[in-house]
């Protein structure tokens, strides 16, 4: 009996999922445990195995279209296997069923050649069309070499790399690939999953506010000299290790409570200001950037502080992160610090009114009244919405953050 592969819930809040790719095509042997998929929600973008051995007996959701969670977006079974249960797709899903390759295992029959194969009759599969699409290559022209003639990915390369090589007519009608120095092969990547979140997110973000960047130095050589032995302590006794990060968190958050207006959100011709802090702390991962939300960030000691933000970048890095756990927050930290990035133009997480970004930590020689000094000089570079506070109080907060880093025992009480 075929063996139905859905579309898991990733969060509680989920509504919807999307296959942002499918690494397997219908006939396509696979194990269980194998990797058959890319499915994301929103900023949660993780890999879906085969739940048994079989093969691919048909692909109900094509890339690159939502459904709810429990949708079955595939079936796997065994070669001599008819396809049963297609009821159970969502509505949505049902029109773009793909065919049932259960004679793919045998030798795959030679397909057509492109001039008998009628208009629309090609079988592609949805990363090839894309790929076909965004090269400016008509499908029909391309010879098909998976099961039943189908149109792979490798196809469509093959077909990029001729149209890179062939001479360039004068006078070009369409889009074409653009031509690639010295003849060499011209890669291009669909921008789906959390990437094409990220890119759209960005996007808005700078067209829909008026965005201005600080910048200054923080002396931390005594946060630097204090945080060792502090650590090593809160290692021992609570079983969590404090690093800058943690003790610039904590700095932000004491600042935001001081300076209110810049934990703030422009919403609806509106000014949102916070009595509450629901600090968002960035995390890079392989294929992307999420922002994990510590809630309630102003109730937290130092320490439950840098335990709720090791547990959160966690979770990010092993995609066990619910979409819930990535919404709300009012303010958002940024650090290059391990990159050896200096200062950077940080950009809002919209609809937050501020987010400050974190370089790494200088040693530089500094005048102490007339003597020179070897300091550790922290960058920090804040943007901010200009439609909902002017610099004179931006920079007051990035002062406050600054000033509580060089007085870092304020930051243990």
């Not at 069923?97 to 795959?108: S, T």
């Amino acid at each position: 009996m075929a063996v139905e592969m859905v579309m898991p819930k990733l969060g509680m809040a989920m509504k919807e999922g999307m296959v942002s790719n499918w690494r397997k095509e219908a006939g396509d042997p696979v194990s269980k445990g194998e990797i058959v998929a890319d499915i994301n929600s929103e900023k949660i973008e993780m890999e879906i195995e085969a739940p048994a051995d079989g093969i691919i007996l048909e692909i109900v959701v094509p890339a690159g279209q939502g459904v709810p969670p429990g949708t079955v977006i595939c079936r796997i079974g065994s070669p001599d296997e008819q396809v049963i249960g297609a009821a159970a797709a969502a509505p949505e899903a049902k029109a773009h069923i793909a065919e049932a390759a259960v004679a793919a295992v045998a030798e795959p029959a030679p397909s057509p050649s492109p001039a008998l194969r009628k208009k629309g009759e090609s079988k592609i599969s949805p990363v090839a069309r894309k790929m076909a699409e965004a090269a400016g290559i008509d499908i029909e022209s391309i010879a098909g070499t998976g099961p039943q003639g189908r149109i792979t990915k490798e196809d469509v390369e093959r077909a990029i790399a001729k149209l890179s090589a062939a001479p360039s007519p004068a006078v070009e009608s369409g889009p074409v690939t653009p031509p690639a120095a010295g003849g060499e092969q011209v890669e291009q990547t669909p921008v789906t999953g959390i990437r094409k979140v990220i890119a759209t997110r960005m996007l808005d973000s700078m067209r829909s506010s008026a965005q201005l960047t600080l910048t200054l130095k923080a002396d931390v050589t005594g946060l630097v000299a204090l945080q060792k032995p502090v650590s090593e302590t809160a290692q021992k006794q609570y079983d969590v290790k404090l690093t800058i990060t943690d003790f610039i968190a904590r700095a932000v958050v004491l600042s935001l409570m001081q300076h209110r207006q810049m934990n703030s959100a422009y919403i609806d011709e509106r000014i949102h200001t916070f009595g509450y802090v629901h600090l968002g702390m960035a995390v890079a991962l392989d294929n992307g950037l999420v922002v994990p939300v510590i809630r309630h960030a102003e109730k937290l000691s130092l320490l439950e502080l840098a335990r709720g933000l090791k547990s959160l970048a966690q979770r990010a890095r092993s995609g066990q992160l619910g979409s819930e756990e990535m919404q709300g927050s009012t303010f958002t930290v940024t650090n290059l610090g391990a990159y050896g990035i200096e200062h950077f133009t940080p950009i809002l997480n919209p609809p937050e009114a501020g987010i400050l970004g974190v370089g790494a930590v200088q040693d530089t020689p500094v005048f102490i009244g007339e003597e020179v000094q070897r300091r550790s000089l922290l960058p920090l570079s804040l943007t901010f919405d200009h439609r909902v506070l002017d610099g004179a109080p931006a920079a007051g907060f990035l002062r406050t953050v600054k000033q509580l880093l060089e007085d870092p025992y304020r930051l243990l009480l």
